[in-house]
């Protein structure tokens, strides 16, 4: 089994990723569900010899170390992928995203117009939040590539790995990789405010080295974008807190309440009319109220001023899923399995007539 077929193979029938593990065939996610291939189960020695053509000596080394590894790589006529390798029951085995080859535009991604206005803001922090393939990457991505193409600035990235690949256009970028550039995100993100950054990208969140530093470079003037891997913008604020100590906590409210721009979070949902998967984003802005309640430590009443800032862009999920719901691009259990609030949103599309 040669992995540039298996890559071409996902690419020809619209896969988002593969999974590669033994006792099974090589099985491909296709919008959202996992469909195995016709073809023999893949042997152990099988995805042994495959991770040996398509890894270094160093990234072999490093995955029987730490037995974990995550590279990114083009490969020949199917673009760049993303591939995380890991071990079960001792045998190495990996899930393969295939990146997107563009950047779609911000109708074809169904992201809300305000994506836009935040680009142009020029500091402060912007949360992209939501589970594992939810599309933060394709945002953060998208977010680069208007910045990119409207300012002249210099953006620097820190990924890992690195999936979509930004030509210079009226900015320049410097785009780093976790382990082939830098050897940690609190380290590369320290030295990264040394090099005269305007706009800094940030792959994830992970520890709270990271955090408090890119708190301050969104404090001190830059504009940082970043992801997390939180449900929901209020659960953003209070998962960054929550991971300092309780005597850092105050302190940190006080930050993210003055430098926090806009949080988005996704949520990839079957469509009801297409094989296909329909966003649904919501949106905190960074209002007045909202930079009042995070510093006061009043998350839980994030939601309500989510929806009082309608007008201004801010959407909560369940006003999204509803008006999913209404155009006929979710189904009627989809939105109620997704919503906050089932019960209120059951009541809502029912006095609407939109209810089942």
Known sequence: MDFRMLVESGR???ASDIHIMAGLPPCFRVHGEIKPAQAPAL????????????TTPVQRQKLDTDWELCTSMMVENSGRVRTTF?????????AVRLCAEDIGSRESLRLPAVVDEICRRPSGLVLI????GSGKTTTMNYMINVINSERRAKIITIEDPIEYVHRHKRSIVVQQELLSDVKTFPQALRHALRQNPDVLAIGELRDLDTMYTAIQAAE???LVITTLHTPGAAESILRIVNVFPAGQQEEVRYSLGSSIE????????????????VLA???????????????????????TEMQMGR???????DYVLSELYREGLITYDCCLTHARDPKTMADRLHESGAGS
Do not use: W
């Open 12 to 14: 020809r029938i619209g």
């Open 43 to 54: 042997t152990a020695d099988e995805i042994r010899l495959m991770i040996d053509s398509i």
């Open 86 to 94: 890991y071990f079960r029951a001792g045998v190495p085995e990996m």
């Open 129 to 132: 939040c939501g589970p594992t």
């Open 220 to 222: 001190t003037g830059h």
């Open 262 to 277: 806009a949080v988005f979070a996704q949520h990839l949902l079957p469509c009801a009319t297409e094989k296909k998967r």
């Open 281 to 303: 984003c919501e949106v905190m802005l960074g209002t007045p109220g909202v930079k009042n309640i995070i510093r006061e430590g009043q998350i839980q009443k994030l939601h």
């Open 311 to 317: 007008k201004l862009g801010a959407q909560s999920l």
